[in-house]
Antibody
Framework: QVQLQESGPGLLKASETLSLTCSVS????????WGWIRQPPGKGLEWIGY???????KYNPSLKSRVSLSIDASKNQISLRLDSVTAADTAIYYC???????????WGQGTLVTVSS | QSVLTQPPSVSAAPGQKVTISCSGS????????VSWYQQFPGTAPKLLIY???ARPTGIPDRFSASKSGTSATLGITGLQTGDEADYYC???????????FGGGTKLTVL
């Protein structure tokens, strides 16, 4: 059974950099895209981007200038970096596996990141 | 405001059937696979339907989906109070080269 676990600071100040890590266990880490999705409190889902184990990335155009994903296959981890955060970046951040056909078939439990002004 | 349009809420009585629509365009729903997700409060979304109509292992056949042109529909039969959740459609958009989600629909089982 594939399991994903997000970790990172839960509170940031405006203009700081958000850094989260997702640790993957169970199943194969390679040959999949691994993505990040966020959800502001009480609102819908927003795709941030995803990364393939070879390092190939795709980003949401609306976040592309501030976001960077990286992968450490030796540790089965993917990381998210989002620069210059504002209160609008306050959300639950989920990592998920893209299982083909742009579907996300395994999700982490999510981690709440709050940006204070 | 999402590019994929879902009704904010739907409701029906236990045992009845409900449908949730997801309206998009030729660059997303019409040309790519649609997925559906179920999310209970305080939990991560769960894949319910993929490749327009397929159910992952463990998802009961009370859940079904279809697609026609630029719209997709999720159907739930034999409604149970345990089905009360938020439902999201998701699809890749060829124009923006990004994954899109609908705004979500809150299902209430009266």
């Amino acid at each position: 059974q594939v399991q994903l676990q997000e970790s990172g600071p839960g509170l940031l100040k405006a203009s700081e950099t958000l850094s989260l890590t997702c640790s993957v266990s169970g199943g194969s880490f390679t040959r999949y895209y691994w993505g990040w999705i966020r959800q502001p409190p009480g609102k819908g889902l927003e795709w941030i981007g995803y990364i393939f184990d070879g390092g190939h990335t795709k980003y949401n155009p609306s976040l592309k200038s501030r976001v960077s994903l990286s992968i450490d296959a030796s540790k089965n981890q993917i990381s998210l970096r989002l620069d210059s955060v504002t209160a609008a970046d306050t959300a639950i951040y989920y990592c998920a596996r893209e299982g083909g056909g742009y579907r996300f078939d395994y999700w982490g439990q999510g981690t709440l990141v709050t940006v204070s002004s | 405001q999402s590019v994929l349009t879902q009704p904010p809420s739907v409701s029906a009585a236990p045992g009845q059937k409900v449908t949730i629509s997801c309206s998009g365009s030729s660059s997303n729903i019409e040309s790519n696979y649609v997925s559906w997700y179920q999310q209970f409060p305080g939990t991560a979304p769960k894949l319910l339907i993929y490749d327009n109509v397929a159910r992952p292992t463990g998802i009961p056949d009370r859940f079904s989906a279809s697609k026609s042109g630029t719209s997709a529909t999720l159907g739930i039969t034999g409604l149970q109070t345990g089905d009360e959740a938020d439902y999201y459609c998701g699809v890749f958009d060829t124009l923006s080269y990004s994954v899109l989600f609908g705004g979500g629909t809150k299902l209430t089982v009266l």
